[in-house]
């Protein structure tokens, strides 16, 4: 059977997610899809120059799973519909990054610390996009789930 290790859909405005820069960018909204109230971060500083926004979870408790599957819910905008895009900060793409660990890394998590999963998410359209993806297994007692790259 399927065991939910976290569902952030369900979190009700509490997302909990760490910010990089902390307390610069990131902002918690809420909006309406598909006639639900969905909670997100967003993020658009185009004008800022090149930079790096990451949001990471806490440390998530894996007992017994062997694998992850890891579904996505995100939207992009289209960087041409900026009238100048920063020099280049604009990004209509994404990478995800997992750290294994057997504790929780606390506000001391470090980037390098992390591996990427290995795939750069395009961003087709405009419109919401759901991603899944399987983790491998993992030795130690769970994981740090990091996204990072552009707006």
């Given at each position: 059977?399927?065991?939910v290790l976290l569902d952030f859909a369900?979190?009700?405005?509490?997302l909990g997610w760490l910010t990089h820069p902390y307390g610069k960018g990131w902002d918690q909204l809420q909006n309406v899809l598909n006639d639900s109230l969905i909670y997100m971060y967003s993020v658009c500083n185009v004008l800022e120059g090149e930079q790096e926004n990451w949001l990471r979870t806490n440390w998530i408790y894996r007992g017994v799973a062997q694998r992850i599957f890891i579904e996505l819910q995100f939207t992009v905008r289209d960087c041409n519909s900026f009238p100048t895009a920063g020099g280049g900060s604009c990004k209509e793409t994404f990478n995800l990054y997992y750290a294994e660990s057997d504790v929780d890394y606390g506000t001391n998590f470090q980037k390098r610390e992390t591996q990427e999963f290995g795939a750069t998410f395009p961003v087709?359209?405009?419109e919401p996009t759901r991603r899944g993806q399987v983790l491998p297994g993992a030795p130690k007692g769970g994981w740090h789930r990091g996204e990072g790259g552009g707006d």
């Open positions: 059977g399927i065991l369900k979190a009700h405005g509490e087709p359209s405009v």
